[in-house]
C-alpha cells in the first residue's frame, strides 16, 4: 500500500539486501555519494556476529552497488583514537575532500569524523562529541567562516528522547557555539528527531530531511519530514512538515530486525533535472530509494508545514 506523498519509492526497492555481502545479517542505514564518474557508498553492515561495520561500496548506476565483504581500515596517526564499530554513516563533499561522521562506539555511542580523498585510504581526524550522541552530519560548505554539523544527543540505549542540535568548528576537531535547533512535535515526530543526509542548499533555506519518531505500545516508528533552515543561522528553523514525507507502509519497511523504520540518511541530487533520490534504511535490514523532484519537496513542505513557530 503506498502512502499518498511526494516520493515515489523505487518499485523494485530494496534494492540493497542482506545478500550483498556473504555472512551478513543485515545491510541499511547507508551513505551515498558521486565520485569521479561513479557512485561511493560507505555501507552499514551487520555481520552475523552481531557488532555493526562500516564497509565500502561502489555503483555505475546508483542502484546496483558491490560491497566490499571487509570493513574499512580507518588510520590514525593518534593511537588512542580508535575505531571499534560503525553505524548510520553519512559523507559529506566539502571541496573535494569527503567528511565521513558516523556512530563511533567510544566507551559509548558517540560521534567518529574521518576523511578521504580517494576512497582507499580513510584518515579519522576526530571524535568530535563524545557519547552520548548519534546522527551527525556536515554541512557542505563552511557557514560564517566554520566547519558545521548536526547532531543528536542522546543515551546509551534505545534513546526515549531527542532534539537536533548545531555546533561549529574551525578545523573540524574542536566543536563549540552549540544551539538547538529542532526538537520533537505531535504526530509521527512525536518522541525524537534526528538529522538524516547532508543538507542541501537551497534558495529558501538549507533542507534538511530527518527523521521523527513515535512510539506505540508496540514499539518506535521511524519515518522522514523535512524542514528549512536559515542559510546564514541554520539553528533558526523557517518551516517545517507537519505531515511526514515517508513513512513505513511496504512490507520491507514494516518487517524486519526492527520493524516500522524508515531511516532517511542519503541523497542524490541530480542537479539536471532536479531530481533528488533519497536512500533510507529499511526495517534496519535493507536499502530502499525514493525519487522526488526537489522542487515538489520544497513546495510539499511549505504546503504542509505548521503555522506557527516551528
Ligand atoms: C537508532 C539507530 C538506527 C536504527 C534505529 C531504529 O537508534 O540505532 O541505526 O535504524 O534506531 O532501530
Known amino acids: 500500500m503506498a502512502n499518498e506523498t511526494v516520493f515515489q519509492r523505487y518499485p523494485r526497492n530494496p534494492i540493497i539486501t542482506p545478500e550483498a555481502v556473504p555472512g551478513a545479517n543485515s545491510i541499511f542505514n547507508s551513505a551515498v555519494i558521486p ?6 557508498g560507505i555501507f552499514r ?3 552475523n556476529h552481531g557488532a555493526p561495520q562500516l564497509h565500502l561500496g561502489w555503483s555505475d548506476d546508483a542502484l546496483r552497488w ?14 588512542d583514537l580508535c575505531y571499534s564499530s560503525g553505524y548510520d554513516p553519512r559523507v559529506t563533499d566539502i571541496g573535494g575532500a569527503y567528511y565521513i561522521t558516523w556512530c563511533n562506539d567510544y566507551h559509548g555511542p558517540g560521534i567518529g569524523l574521518a576523511e578521504t580523498k580517494d576512497f582507499k585510504s580513510f584518515h579519522m581526524i576526530s571524535n568530535p562529541l563524545p557519547p552520548f550522541n548519534r546522527n551527525a552530519v556536515l554541512f557542505p560548505r563552511k557557514i560564517g567562516g566554520a566547519y558545521a554539523m548536526l547532531h543528536r544527543p542522546s543515551d546509551p540505549g534505545h534513546t526515549p ?16 557555539n ?7 512535535r505531535g504526530g509521527w515526530q512525536s ?3 534526528g538529522a538524516g543526509p547532508v543538507p542541501i542548499e537551497t534558495p529558501e533555506g538549507w533542507l534538511m530531511i530527518y527523521h521523527g519518531v513515535k512510539l506505540t505500545c508496540s514499539g518506535y516508528i521511524y519515518s522522514a519530514g523535512a524542514a528549512l533552515l536559515d542559510l546564514d543561522e541554520p539553528w533558526k528553523v523557517r518551516r517545517r512538515t507537519r505531515r511526514y514525507l515517508l513513512a513505513p507502509t511496504e512490507a520491507y519497511e514494516r518487517v524486519g530486525d526492527v520493524p516500522n523504520v524508515v531511516f532517511p540518511i542519503a541523497t542524490l541530487l541530480d542537479d539536471a533535472t532536479g531530481r533528488l533520490a533519497l536512500y533510507y534504511g529499511c526495517a534496519d535490514t535493507c536499502i530502499g530509494v525514493a525519487y522526488a523532484q526537489l522542487e515538489a519537496v520544497i513546495a510539499f513542505i511549505k504546503a504542509n508545514s505548521f503555522e506557527d513557530n516551528p
Open 66 to 79: 558491490r560491497i566490499n565483504p571487509d570493513p574499512i581500515q580507518f588510520q590514525s596517526d593518534d593511537p
Open 178 to 184: 552549540h544551539r538547538w535547533v529542532l526538537g520533537p
Open 45 to 47: 553492515v551487520d555481520m
Open 191 to 193: 518522541m525524537k528527531v
Open 161 to 176: 528522547f531527542g532534539d537536533i542540535f548545531y555546533c561549529t568548528s574551525p578545523d573540524l576537531v574542536h566543536w563549540g
Open 35 to 40: 565520485f569521479d564518474d561513479r557512485c561511493a
